[in-house]
């Protein structure tokens, strides 16, 4: 009788799917992924909910992707799109509010396919020293911001990473430090080892701002002081963003950073397995990505082709 009162449903209410929605966020462990979750739940449900339409089935999924693909949006974000509704469905079905069977055609939904390889962005060695250059550190601000950079540049951390980063993560093992039982992504637990220069501006930081215990990064107050617990993710942006835009660098932010780290590891003669441990890929096909495409830019081919007369 469940089963014939969920196919006679005509569509689900905003409360249901506000309710499916938080249930979802709340499952997510990444700030990234909840973030962009979020704003996939909010421009579905705004759509669904604009006009009377059946309940959520794979007919209605398939007009919302050809609504996204006429908003000329990337593939990668149709598909976050598509993922995220698909989780709502799920999340539906859990309460008794979707039937299997409708899950089942919206799980069939196919994204769209993306052709090529997008180029990241990577910075030189030469790069990497203007910009650490670009910092000054004889305030307490900028002492911050040269860990920061630092661990950024030296570690390969996202920026989640480093704006949750606590003081006691930072341990001795083997007569190296390192960063013990590091939270990233998905859960995915990994120790990364922190360079000698890295662990100095750490060191600097610390002293500075007289940190004992708790988040490793503050705020700084606009009289120089410290203040608050932590620092956010957009603390971490805007660091980025401002220490480039002294140094002349344009475009920069603070993931290039990680896979500058990655390709500099490459480049310097380390093995793809122990790249891979540093930034705490599941699969090495990402970390290849790190490294940038097989195609040199700075060398192109079709630079060697010159024309007469041009």
Known sequence: ?????L??????TLSELEQCKIAVLNSLGSLQSHRCYKHAFVEFIDWYCSEPRLTLNRKVVLQYRLHLESLHLSPATINLHLAAIRRLAFEATDHGLLSPELVSGIQRVKG????????GNWLTLDEGQQLLGAVTTDTLRGKRDMAMLGLLFGCGLRRS??????????????KHWVIVDLLGKVGHIRTVPIPEWVMKT???????AEIRSGKLFRRI???????????TENVVWYTVKECARRAGINKLAPHDLRRTCARLCHLAGGELEQIQFLLGHVSVSTTEKYLGCKQKLREAVNDLVVLNGV
Do not use: C, P, T, Y
């Open 112 to 119: 769209i396919k993306r052709f090529g390889l997008r180029v």
């Open 1 to 5: 009788m469940k089963k014939n009162k």
């Open 221 to 231: 107050h606009k009289n120089g002081a410290v203040w608050g617990e932590r620092i």
């Open 161 to 174: 990473e480093l704006a949750g980063l606590e003081l006691d993560r930072i341990q001795q093992r083997e």
């Open 7 to 12: 196919k006679r449903r005509k569509k689900l």
């Open 202 to 208: 750490v060191h600097a930081w610390i002293s500075a």
